[in-house]
Each structure stands twice: as C-alpha cells, then as structure tokens.
C-alpha cells in the first residue's frame, strides 16, 4: 500500500514562503504524475499542482507564478516551494498521484495569516 507523507506545512505572514515536502514508499513519485492538492475549510479538495512524467507541469489559475511544483527522483521527493502567499492559500495540503490518487495521507496545514 503506498505511503504518502506530506511535511513542511506552517503559520506564514503574507508575502512569505513555504516549501511543503512529499515522501513516498517505494518509487511512486518517480515513476507516475504527481500533484499537491489542498482543502480549505468548508471547500472540496483542489488539485493545485501538477508535474508529468516528463517533468510538464501545471497549476490552478490561483497559483500561477507563485507556486513551483518539482521532485527528485533519486530521493522520491516531491515538492511544491510557495511564494507570495496569500490568506486564501490558506488548507491542509496534500500530495497524491495525479491521475488515480491513493490513499490520502494526513496532510500539512498551511496558515497565512498576520
């Protein structure tokens, strides 16, 4: 059963930054599409980042520009580095394959408030 393990996640002021981390078992993050996604309260969960097997990637309109998904295959790491961070970025955050997610780890909660 593949492990999904999301760390990182912290009280931020706006206009800071966060670098959320993704640890997979076995090589999952290496070998399928992967994306963050993110709940706020009250909301459905949002795909917000995306990286192809070929290293593509994609965002919500909301992040465009702030947000840098990225990963590294020999240390079947992913990560989403988050700039400019705004009260509405404000959700646990999750990373699951893109396509077929699994089994949803606990998340880390991200807060951007002053």
């Keep these: 059963q593949v492990q999904l393990v999301e760390s990182g996640g ?7 930054s966060l670098r959320l ?3 997979a078992s076995g090589s999952i ?23 192809g097997y070929v290293g593509s ?12 998904i990225s990963r590294d295959n020999a240390k079947n790491t992913m990560y ?3 700039n400019s961070l705004k009260p509405e970025d404000t959700a646990v955050y999750y990373c ?6 699994r089994t949803w780890g606990q998340g880390t909660q991200v807060t951007v408030s002053s």
């Design 10 to 16: 912290g009280l931020v002021q706006p206009g800071g």
């Design 21 to 23: 981390s993704c640890a």
């Design 29 to 51: 993050i290496s070998i399928y599409p992967m994306a963050w996604y993110r709940q706020a309260p009250g909301k459905q969960r949002e795909l917000v980042a995306a990286i």
């Design 57 to 68: 990637t994609q965002y919500t309109d909301s992040v465009k520009g702030r947000f840098t």
């Design 80 to 82: 989403l580095q988050m």
């Design 96 to 101: 699951n394959l893109r396509d077929a997610p």
